[in-house]
């Protein structure tokens, strides 16, 4: 839940301009068109406050020129068919104006908290003390804006030569041969504005100078010049071998096309069967790459104010305002926290860079298919088809200088977290000197898919006319929806020995999974009715013409779809596991955990905190739990430190980490230090279980009235997404818990229309 509020004229700051004047930053919206942004308190949670001058949406719009030349001739029993292409697609994007124009950020301050002994060398507060609202009204906070580039205009284009044979052997057997040739160019930006990235130089690889780039408001001389001073290279294409697009040409892509129809039997119902097998290129997706080159770094500049990171910590250890008396409170002397033109908080590691592969071959699908076909009644046509399909190349990120996590560095270094101006770079495996996240766009991952789908059509005779389709589906991916998922990171991110070293099957091991987008079971069906009332049908077959144009010729025709779903296995607890069990709607339960009971099923296993199972509120004695939950109940997983079903007591040594997977692991300096337990990949990844299926259908009642031979009056009433206003059944949660509280399809939406037609 979002709760926003307007506190202008409440607060220092009022608007864009205003805040911008405080912190000493420029408007990059005057003059020119924007409108004055006012500044609210979200509130995201209980725990969230900050203010922010942000334009968030992401501002997209591309044209795709496209023109197609298609040729057939036919000789003898060949009917040839060539022809070629050329497309042509550009995109315009304005991406994220986030925090450009300074934030003020409350969350995690830890300025009102207690400092935690056993945090160790992290120096975090304890448990359950602080408040964000305490450090708003205190007004203590840190402070960040940020240098987001301006327009990125990304290009691609397409160009193909095909020709194909359909060459027919006999009077039952047609052969299909043909050879598409495709060129996709490689990726470039209008101005040739992408950066790229030399990983045996360390350098950033820059087609234009920095002065032309920072005249084209790609990039701001001030944080170039930080970067610098930390020890940022760059190069130019020409230094490091690449072309100046820094992505090599593929111009050798071909795709067979082969494919067979054969009919069986003479006679007038006969039996069909069709395959084929071809394979097809893809045109790269702008969006998917350009999402995160356009933000990388020396384009792309953090500048902060944040004594809590141990790089600008003035003892160089975290957490500095929970151990210190705060020397900037907000609106009093903040007005010169931030300086765009004395850049400072630009500090090692806090810099990101996304670049792309020079090697990016041409995405591919290998696609093959097989049909049968048969009449089975006048009209009705029976068919049974699988398809497959196996992508290659898909695009897909590689991050191989994230830090490594917490408690994989306590494990294998047994020491405390590095301090000091270095402290966000020194667990990196690449670079400890100045990059942080550094990512590289690639062709690694890949997909597989097989359909079966069973047919069932009467075309349009007799009033009537149906489809009945279903399809099962088994889809499985690795990457392919570019920065979203699958981002795969090195070996050193996980404990030893939990993950292979080789790439490819350490990719395989960890996002080779179902695609859950696509369900494994779907029914789909459509239909076109003539009621049968009016002039000609069997009820009121002999009325008038007035009483026809009222009564008569109407249809209905609808479409509707029932679904399997997914949900996901959570991966977020490391305790004992068990058995997963999935019980349907087998055991009707009340969920009153949140004051108010609302009705519902607990359709599998999920953990639910053993003093919430059928608990009553011992001064109230209403429930405030899950009520209904069988005996034989036992969770799949639990955290490694549960709440005891009593609810524990506070002498436990425990009690402030109930609910958590905290562990102590013991350092080489003999202290105990408290982190939670993760190494990288959790025995039920990717693992998934089929939820309660769901359906909906459409409908609509309609007719066309003549009023001459050159007008018509057309009348429609529609009943859009959901015809019988069915609620839907909602997906478990991790804890396995279904309620009825909300509905998992949209309402019916009723719509009536006439229109003239002419």
Known sequence: MTVS???????????????????????????????????????????????????????????IYNVDQNFTKIRGRHELQFGGRFRYEQLETLNDQQIGQGQLDYNNVGATGLYDPTSGAAYGPAPFTGHVAANFFLGIGTYQAQFNRTWYRPRVHERALYFQDNFKVNSRLTLNLGLRWEYNSPINERDQTIFGFDEKSKAVVLSRTIPDLAERKVLLPSIVDAYTRLGMKFTTPEAVGLPNS?????????????????????????????????????????????????????????????????????????????????????GVNSSNALDINRVSGITRGGGAAYYLDPRQPTARAHQWNLLIEREVFTNTVLKFGYIGTHGTRMSQWYTYNDASPGYIWYQTTRSPLPTGEFANVARRPYDQQLYGTIQRYQKTGWSNFNGFQVEFEHRYSKGFAFQVFYVMSNAMRVAGDGWRDDILRPANYYLPGVVPEDDQTRNRLLYYRRDTGIPKHRVNWNFLVDVPIGKGKRI?????????????????????????RYFQIPTGLWGPQGNIETYGKKYPVQDCRSGVCYDGWLYWNGYIPANRINSVDPRTGRPNGVMGVPDSYRPFQTPI?????????PSDPNFPFYETNNVLVRLNNG??????????LHPLQNQFLLGPMIWSMAASVFKTVPVNERVALRMNVDFLN?????????????????????????PRVLQLTMRLLW
Not at 541 to 549: C, S
Not at 727 to 745: E, F, H, K, Q, Y
């Open 5 to 63: 509020r307007d506190f202008r004229g409440q607060l220092p700051f009022t608007g864009t301009e205003e805040i911008s004047t405080k912190l000493g930053l420029p408007n990059p919206f005057n003059g020119v068109g924007f409108p004055r942004i006012p500044y609210s308190m979200s509130t995201n949670t209980a725990e969230g406050m900050n203010y922010d001058s942000s334009i968030n949406p992401t501002i997209n719009y591309g044209k």
């Open 246 to 330: 820094l992505t090599y040409a593929n111009r050798v892509d071909f795709g067979p096309r082969i494919g067979f129809a054969y009919r069986v039997g003479a006679s007038h119902r006969n039996t069909v069967i069709r395959g084929g097998y071809a394979i097809f290129a893809y045109p790269e997706s702008l969006r998917l790459f350009a999402g995160n080159t356009q933000n990388t770094i020396p384009g792309r500049g953090n500048i902060s104010a944040n004594p809590n990171a141990a790089e600008q910590s003035p003892d160089g250890l975290p957490n500095y305002l929970l151990r210190s008396v705060p020397t900037i409170i907000a």
């Open 540 to 564: 009121a077959g002999n009325a008038g013409r007035a009483v026809d144009a009222v009564i008569g010729g109407w249809q209905i025709g609808g479409n509707g779809t029932r679904t399997s």
């Open 641 to 649: 430190i549960p709440t005891p079903a009593n609810g524990g007591s």
């Open 671 to 680: 202290t105990d230090q408290r982190v939670a337990f993760d190494n990288g």
């Open 722 to 746: 959901n015809v019988l206003n069915m609620p839907g059944t909602t997906m478990p949660g991790g804890d396995g818990v279904i309620t009825n509280r909300l509905s998992a399809n949209s």
